[in-house]
């Protein structure tokens, strides 16, 4: 609901500039820049935003920096750490509205080895939770389920192919399947993990194609999806399998779902090595 999306950013923008103020108990005098979101997402509230970065901007005369949400994900893996990614690096994007595989040459230089070719890990993990009687968002439903849960129903791996693309429709599918066929007789602590643990296998394998094609040195997973603890564990265990050499970058779990954070060391990155400024 766009029109929703925008009110709602309108009545909040205020309070949540002034509570991240607060929290960061800074005065706005003493902000170097405004970083804002440009894209992807829902433009009728990256405009609001931009409104608002470029007000603050010229208000408080300090420079404007553009950021792209994915690599905001991406940069949120630096995040109070003390080492950097090696190159060739690969970045996995798992999100509510991507699914994408990167190959990094350097900090700036994204390339995409894949994606999916319809719904997106975290639209499949939504669509499922409500298939099974729950609300959005559901990928913290199926965690909660799963953990009292067990690998039972056997779930189709789609694009179980050496392409680094995916495919989820299918698995969101066989959910309501199962569930309209099982009726009484599901068990939904079992589905929830059954489909937990087949989207770790196959975000896997794709995951290890891509090593293989790039050989890389350094692996960032970044987007909401990596906020499940099963996941973040099971990926990494199987890439410390693959070469032990490999270094893994996951942001916190606080910083892995949407956050400003992420958009603010990504800026920090644009303005400190790129100098990439708008109004410079
Ligand atoms: O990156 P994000 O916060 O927003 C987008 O850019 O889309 O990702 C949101 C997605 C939603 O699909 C949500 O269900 C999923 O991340 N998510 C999780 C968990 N927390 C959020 N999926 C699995 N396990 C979680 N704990
Ligand atoms: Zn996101």
């Not at 293989?212 to 890439?239: D, E, H, M, P, W």
Request: glycine share 6%; charged share 20%; with cysteine.
């Amino acid at each position: 609901m766009p029109s929703l999306a925008a009110k709602l950013h309108i009545k909040n923008i205020q309070k949540v500039l002034s509570a991240a103020l607060s929290e960061a108990s800074i005065l706005p005098e003493k902000i170097n820049y405004i970083a804002y979101t440009e894209e992807p997402g829902l433009i009728i509230c990256l405009q609001i935003g931009k409104i608002v970065a470029e007000t603050l901007s010229l208000y408080l005369n300090k420079p404007l920096i553009t950021c792209n949400h994915l690599e905001g994900h991406i940069y949120a893996s630096l995040i109070n750490k003390e080492t950097e990614w090696k190159f060739p690096a690969l970045a996995l994007i798992i999100s509510g509205g991507h699914t994408q595989i990167y190959q990094l040459n350097n900090r700036l230089d994204f390339t995409l080895l894949g994606e999916t070719l319809d719904d997106a890990i975290g639209e499949c993990l939504d669509k499922s939770a409500i298939l099974l009687g729950y609300n959005y968002p559901g990928g913290p439903i199926i965690e909660k389920l799963a953990s009292a849960g067990k690998n039972t129903y056997q779930l189709p791996l789609p694009k179980n192919d050496e392409s680094l693309d995916f495919s989820f429709s299918g698995l969101k599918s066989e959910v309501g399947r199962i569930v309209k066929k099982e009726s009484k007789k599901l068990d939904i602590n079992n589905l929830a993990c059954s489909l937990q643990f087949t989207l770790a296998k196959l975000l896997t394998k794709k995951l290890k194609n891509a090593w293989l094609k790039s050989q890389a040195k350094t692996i960032i997973i970044g987007g909401g999806v990596i906020a499940n603890q099963f996941l973040r564990n099971y990926l990494t265990k199987n890439i410390q399998k693959w070469d032990r050499k490999i270094k893994v970058f996951i942001p916190e779990i606080k910083y892995s779902t949407d956050n400003a954070a992420m958009i603010g060391i990504l800026a920090y990155y644009k303005k400190t090595y790129f100098k990439i400024l708008m109004n410079d």
